[in-house]
């Protein structure tokens, strides 16, 4: 392959390539491709029960008020029933409410503070407070600019009977919540760990095991959230107020992490996540999918775009590759193909914890797939002008049908070498008639010959080669290969012999005299094809046979078919022979080249 032909093999590739990666590294179409991405890498997982909901859902705020008439004596009741018997007591509590500072109830702070350090370790919620200063990600997600305006923590008692853990969530662009942030960094330095991360250390220390999963985290701390559960998975709808009224065994929740937060429309603490765009997840469910993953070491890593961006650049160009002129079925396989093999491969990477970018790669190449199709079209359509203006006038319409069938490659303009018929036929006696006639007399007379003699070879399939003054030039077996290519060429020469009577009789009542035509037909092989220079080309056949089909027409007196022995031996039995012997010399020919006269088809 040359290097012209090689660079536009690959142009369509490199551009649509290019684009892509540009489209890709930009984030054009950031919220189409992360909700693809969403649908192969969020998927739910069985759940081993050891996290439990306990809710602040609609029936607890109808049995006991909206939730700021609660007061913080009832929290502490509720730690007070868990932590009951140390035996059954959970492994953690966590309480999903920010109790910022100190209440008109001392009372009731004291009680919550003493209740959450006087059983199983308990994690009360803290949140930090950034600007409206928004900035963009290249991954798309948002970062505060400016940093940390304000930090809420639990009231001085709580804090110091509980663990911290912050609350804060990090949506993408498109609003769709789908990374955590670790830790936040205090303007002191302090790093305080995110809700989950506290609750899972001391789930891990409670059980002796080790705090050994850590998500894989960017500069700013924050990370790909791989959801365990959609909304609703985890809760099984026990409420508050279902544990107050001890309606909750103890068994449910013994050893066990207790998530304790709102589970009510009307909190508005309830968001849109990747797992499920359509129904929204409350905090503590988000929570508990995160711890999920922690415990099981269910951890993902997005794959920097720079990476996958190279390879959809490599991809591109390759697909580019083949789809180049193309047809249809094989390159409509290899676009399934490629297609189904990537989305497997985004399955399988999200199945081993990395997490790719689907879209724009499938973009790329279905692109690709189109418009190597469109151009294929419009290159398939200017082709069969090219062979329907090339052989239009050479061949009858049936042969222009089947070469357009066949495509540019049966219709190769090159010359090639075939065994072909051709037929010569000249008008005999025509020259001096010709001096009875007027111009015009002479140029309709000519018309009609030669008219009659196209029409004869188109009849018979023939290839109408060139007319040379009165003398016309056909042959068979070019540009596609025919059946029975000799048997036509002489049938051929027999119907001009008997379509030129009536113009024959008429020559003679008005003239006096009259013209014949004069036969030669030989079968062998020769170069066919498009010769000429540069600017004028013919498309034509030259070689001996060639030159020996026009030497027996030369020879063949008006109303003769003159054939050579390699055409009567295959029409033997088909058409009657007599042979001349080598009566006749053939210039060019050595002695003994046997000549015979065509009688009659059998």
Known sequence: MDKKNLFHRMAGGLLVGALFAGLMLGNVF?????????????????????????????ASLDALGPFGDWGRALMGDVLAILNEDPATA???VALDVLYVGESDDPEGDAYLAEMAGAGCPVVAACAGTYDTTLVTEDDGSFYMADGLVAFDEPYEALKENSFQGHINSMFDRDGILRHGIWEIRLPDGTAVPSFHRKIYELYCESKGIAADTVPFCDSRDCYYVPFQGNPGDYSDGYGVIDLLDGMIDRSVYAGKIVLIG??????????????????????????????????????????????QALALFVVSILCGMFFYRRRMLPATLVLAGTVVCYI?????????????????????????????????????????????????????????????KEGSDAAALGGRLCDIAVLFVDIRGFTSMSELMNPEEI?????????????????NTGTLDKFIGDCTMAFWGAPLPQEDSIYKAVKTAFDMREGARALQEELQEKYGRTVGFGIGVHYGPAVVGNIGAKNRMDYTAIGDTVNTASRLEANAPGGMIYVSRAVADALEGRVQFTSLGDSITLKGKAAGFEVLRAERLL
């Open 30 to 58: 950031y919220s189409q491709d992360q909700a693809f991405s969403d649908l192969i890498c969020q998927r739910p997982v069985p759940k081993d029960g050891e996290i439990v909901l306990i809710n602040i859902d609609q």
């Open 262 to 307: 709102p589970y009510a429309a009307g909190m508005q603490d309830d968001f849109t996540t990747a797992i499920d765009h359509a129904t929204k997840m409350y905090g503590i469910e988000y929570q508990a999918n995160m711890l999920d993953a922690l415990i099981h070491g269910r951890t993902m890593r997005e794959l920097p775009n720079a990476w």
């Open 90 to 92: 959970p492994a953690v």
């Open 443 to 459: 140029v309709e007379i000519l018309n009609r010959y030669l008219t009659l003699t196209s029409e004869c070879i188109f009849k």
């Open 344 to 404: 497997a491969v985004c399955f399988a990477a999200a199945a081993g914890g990395v997490v790719l970018s689907p879209l724009y790669l499938v973009a790329a190449v279905a692109v690709l797939y189109v418009v190597s199709v469109a151009s294929n079209y419009v290159r398939e359509t200017l082709e069969k002008r090219r062979v329907t203006a090339t052989f239009e006038r050479y061949v009858a319409p049936e042969i222009v049908s089947e070469l357009l």
